[in-house]
């Protein structure tokens, strides 16, 4: 029997002995073996010895009760999912999430220095003559859900990042973890280093909140210990992407609730979807947040899920359905880009991305509304010291939008600056459906191509548009608006920038991207400077976007003017 070969009651009482007689200035250079006064005091001044934790099994909630009572413990709140263990239990053992019940209890018990901690309880429940009797005798042999934990006291990202690099230079490897939205909380797991003298093989940092960000990081560190799995879970990448699609097509966060979790059932029939297939759907998002699991088939929609909503301020919906659909399909024809420098877009759908979305309307108007979704990145532009200053001079400002889509930009500056007028420069189908958008009062519209740009404006704008064309066809774009530009005029010019070193940037896969779907790619702000200069223009300087991006600020070149020579 399980209970005979785990002896829970024996384990619980030695782990409540370690936690009263323990504290962080005592634990801290046994876990990490070499720390020097400075660093243990300023470990122990951002975080501090929390609980230890072990897996127990019993066979049935009663069951646990007991095992709780003989130690003289009592949880203070009913048992709660516990996430992250039941995901490393089900990889590790190569069982399905779902078959695991793990449940989490935090009992709490005095320090010796007066301090209140936890013993951190996880049950498995093991019913007797279950198959997961052959789980739990691994698990004790083992004790990988053994560990010590340290609650960070200022989890801000800067204070993440040092605890990471400190317990890394001691030895300590990066061993999984997860965030529990249960608790609101972050897990990063490490390996103890092999000279560590606290008889615990893991430690815990635990960050109150949301933190995925470090968690990513930490994840990577991790992941590049295992290539296989790593590579496993690349692969695999793809099907994120259609799960993702799959969610907008059927329109499901817009029948979810951020607020109440709903039955897998109830939500099958208000979409229209088989409720088996739509609850594997749903449990696969909720390991990337997308959706909360709240029981075996209840599901939440989260704030992240919520992004796909279809009718809220701010939808990707749009951007779900393109890198879904057309896009996804060009990027299967990636190898033809790779060996032939071929558009893989126009050899799989036999037209130019452009003139194809044009040819067919509603993939012209998800085209414009997945451009609009981009929003996120110019928020900021309304605000910068160009626009602002044109805003304020004592007659109206005018500002070209050139290819500005359905006007999701202009919108915002118009709102932002109430005497300033605009004009669109874009394709006849999208000037119509900008103008059912912005109105007439102060915006007026150039159906046309780029040898169209507008003349006598104050400020130009290119969002999102020279990424889309080779160089000669950059160059060609920017002489058009050097040509319209008044002396004093302004171009502010929206990309991402790819980076000159191997910091990670999203420009470098929006590069593959370009090449695979429109033949366009992505630079460096040098890269921009030479082409600004070659059409005329000179590159003023340039500050960052959200999601990576940049605003690159350009001028007309003033004409070098050489002193006539003194002939004697």
């Known amino acids: 029997m399980i209970t005979a070969l785990s002896d829970d009651t024996s384990r619980l009482r030695a782990t409540v002995d370690f936690v009263t007689q323990q504290d962080s200035e005592s634990l801290l250079p046994l876990l990490l073996p070499g720390l020097d006064v400075a660093e243990l005091r300023s470990l122990v001044k951002r975080c501090r010895f929390a609980h230890a934790a072990l897996l127990v099994f019993p066979a049935h909630a009663r069951a646990l009760e007991a095992t709780l009572a003989e130690c003289g413990l009592v949880a203070q709140a009913p048992p709660q999912p516990s996430v992250v263990v039941r995901e490393r239990l089900a990889l590790r053992h190569r069982r399905t999430a779902d078959d695991l019940d793990v449940r989490i209890l935090r009992p709490v018990v005095l320090g010796r220095d007066g301090q209140r901690r936890t013993v951190e309880v996880f049950a498995l429940t093991v019913p007797p003559g279950s198959d997961l009797e052959e789980v739990a005798a691994l698990e004790l042999a083992r004790h990988d859900e053994a ?170 919906r749009p951007l779900a359905l393109m890198y879904g659909g057309p896009f996804y399909q060009s990027f299967a024809a990636l190898t033809h880009t790779v060996r032939t420098g071929q558009v893989a877009f126009e050899h799989l759908f036999g037209a130019n991305h452009f003139d194809h979305f044009a040819d067919d309307p509603q993939l012209a108007e998800l085209f414009d509304q997945s451009m609009a979704a981009n929003w996120r990145m110019f ?71 780029f040898a169209d740009v507008p003349a006598g404006a104050d400020v130009y704008l290119l969002c999102r548009v020279l990424h889309d064309w080779e160089d000669e066809r950059c160059r060609e774009i920017l002489r058009h608006c050097a040509r319209a530009m008044p002396a004093d005029a302004d171009l502010l010019i929206v990309e991402r920038l790819l980076p000159t070193d191997d910091s990670p940037s999203l420009a470098t896969a929006w590069d593959l991207h370009m090449r695979c779907n429109v033949g366009g790619r992505e630079r460096t702000a040098q890269h921009y400077a030479e082409l600004l200069t070659s059409a005329g223009l000179t590159l003023v300087g340039h500050r960052p976007l959200p999601l990576d991006g940049h605003v690159l600020h350009a001028r007309r070149t003033v004409p070098t003017q050489t002193a006539p020579s003194t002939v004697r």
């Not at 007659?395 to 359905?406: K, Y």
């Not at 202009?410 to 059912?436: C, K, M, Q, T």
């Open 379 to 449: 928020e900021p532009l309304p605000t910068h010291p160009v626009l602002a200053d044109a805003a304020r001079g004592t007659r109206g400002a005018t500002v070209v939008d050139i290819a500005g889509g359905n006007g999701e930009l202009l919108s915002r500056i118009l709102a932002a600056h109430p005497n300033v007028d605009a004009v669109l420069l874009e394709r006849p189908h999208v000037v119509e459906a900008a103008r059912r958008r912005l109105g007439t009062a102060r915006c007026g519209y150039v159906a046309g191509d």
């Open 147 to 316: 560990h010590v934990a340290f609650e960070v006291l200022a989890p801000d990202p800067l204070v993440l990042r040092g605890l990471r690099s400190s317990f890394a230079l001691h030895g300590a490897l990066p061993d999984g973890g997860g965030y529990n939205p249960h608790e609101n909380g972050t897990v990063f797991y490490f390996a103890t280093p092999a000279a560590s003298k606290a008889g615990y093989r893991r430690i815990e940092l635990y960050a109150p909140g949301d933190h995925r960000c470090q968690l990513a990081a930490h994840l990577a560190e991790f992941r590049s210990q295992q290539p296989a799995e790593t590579m496993l879970r690349l692969l695999t990448g793809a099907w994120t992407t259609q799960a993702l699609t799959a969610l907008a097509q059927l329109r499901v966060a817009d029948a979810m609730d951020t607020d109440h979790a709903v039955d897998a059932g109830a939500l099958a029939s208000k979409v229209d979807a088989d409720p088996d297939s739509l609850a594997v759907l749903l449990r696969y998002l909720a390991t990337f947040g997308v959706v909360t699991q709240d029981a075996p088939d209840s599901f939440r929609l989260t704030s992240l899920g919520a992004l796909l909503r279809a009718e809220t301020s701010g939808s990707m």
